[in-house]
């Protein structure tokens, strides 16, 4: 693959996903823009606790890290302080409000990534499928359910089944290794992705629509960028 290749999100005849025998996704920002329902649950936490709607784009930016660190930088921003200013029991009590309002919205206003279901249907079968997300199991399974897309994925592995979640490598080490995965290949969208996936030392594509904290994913250097899960048929 060539740097320019890289760089424009070229398709390249080296990314053949029938030569791997595990295909492992991120969810949110890679499989499903859940922005609309995190935004929705997030402004109605904030205004709960009388501080001002962040709104859709700020949401986007924050999202990709866990349940926990979204609401730890929504209220940093509605506090006007860092996240390491925040009081304990405000943020224990924020989070809980969160959870409760995520639970009402989760997968509401959710949609799929153009692409997705043909690849999914296509792959199915075929090659064993995974998703490896920082979202906790009781978002992440309703959202699956919801989507209509749960019956595609033999292993799914949310933030909290493990000690650790991406970047660090365990999560996707574990589902590799649960599924006797000799040549596996992680699809995400951000920085925490490509770290995860050097780590356990496998390749890794990104798209170049998801949610990377307002960072262009080429920087991270992933083994290919896509601008559609289409380019991948």
Known sequence: MTQAEQNTGTHNSTIELQ?????????????????PDLSNAMDATLNQHGLPSAGVERVRDWVGNG??????????????????????????????SFLEHYGRTNGQYARLYEGVLPLL???????????????PMAFTTPLLNALGIDHYFAHVAGGDSFPEK????????????????????????????????????????????????????????????????????
């Open 19 to 35: 030569s791997y025998d595990l295909i492992m996704f991120d969810l949110d920002g890679t499989l499903v823009d859940s922005v």
């Open 67 to 96: 349940a926990a660190k979204l609401v730890s930088r929504g209220l940093a921003w509605a506090k006007q302080c860092t996240e390491d200013e925040l009081a304990r029991a405000l943020f224990d009590e924020v989070y809980l």
């Open 121 to 135: 249907t296509q792959l199915k079968g075929n090659i064993p499928l995974a998703v490896v997300t920082n979202k």
């Open 166 to 233: 991406k970047p660090h490598p365990q999560p996707l080490q574990e589902i590799i290794n649960a599924a006797n995965a000799q040549n596996p290949v992680m699809i995400g969208d951000s920085i925490s992705d490509v770290k995860a996936a050097r780590a356990a030392n496998i390749p890794v594509v990104c798209v170049s629509y998801g949610y990377n904290h307002g960072q262009d994913i080429r920087l991270s250097n992933p083994d290919l960028v896509i601008d559609s899960l289409a380019s991948l048929l």
